[in-house]
């Protein structure tokens, strides 16, 4: 089965337009000419209009870091699929463990935005990962299981190429303390596991799982190898051209 794999950069609240464009053109430059694998940037939304201008004519594709599940309405400070759609997303991350823990978001609204993104032609990112307690307490393996079925439990028109399941574990984000990758891997099966019982085997490996949590170029490499990871979910990594570049141009 080959799946194409994905590099996604997570902004998350870092950039101004400036910078962000000129991010966008450094990354755009540096991915000429590849071809067997898909980058995709995630700048924040005053940055989504310019960042997909500046991307016109290269591969290099763009996502929102969260969006609301109606199409319009009084929702201050949200921003909708049709929305995103408008300004050149292809994808639009969902259920991210900041989102979720810092902004009260739960299953049952990735769930919706799911669906909502489907809806309107953008290619889901969900999110899921367990917190440290739950790692400790070896909930790991129902904790995702759980999240997985939650936010896709109902939904329509679901194929393997139009979703894309991130696994970051909340305590490997941000803090420089990656998963290993042989154990990242057995949570992405797992996680596919989980999606062949929602779609069916054939559509489940389809989908490209990606590992997130403390992606370096030093360590994208071994997550690459690993059989069930098709691709990284990047932070703080993703917000120099050097790093990221380091982090698409992986070898195994
Ligand atoms: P990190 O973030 O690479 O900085 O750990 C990953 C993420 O939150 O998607």
Redesign the pocket.
Known sequence: MSRVPLLAG?W?MHKTVREATDLVREIAAGVEGLRDREVLVCPTATSLHPVGQALQGTPVRLGCQNMHWKEQGAFTGEISAPMAKDVGCAYAIIG???RRGLFGETDEHCRQKVQAALDHGLVPVL?VGESLAEREAGQTQERVSTQVRAALAGITGLTGDRIVV?Y?PIW????GRNDSPPEANRTCHLVRTVLAEIMGEGEARKVRVLY????KPENIDAFMAQEDIDGA??????LTAPSFLRIVHYHV
């Open positions: 997570n998350k991210h463990s900041e999110c991130a970051e490997a984000i941000g803090t997130g949590g403390s992606v979910l990047v932070g703080g990594a993703s």
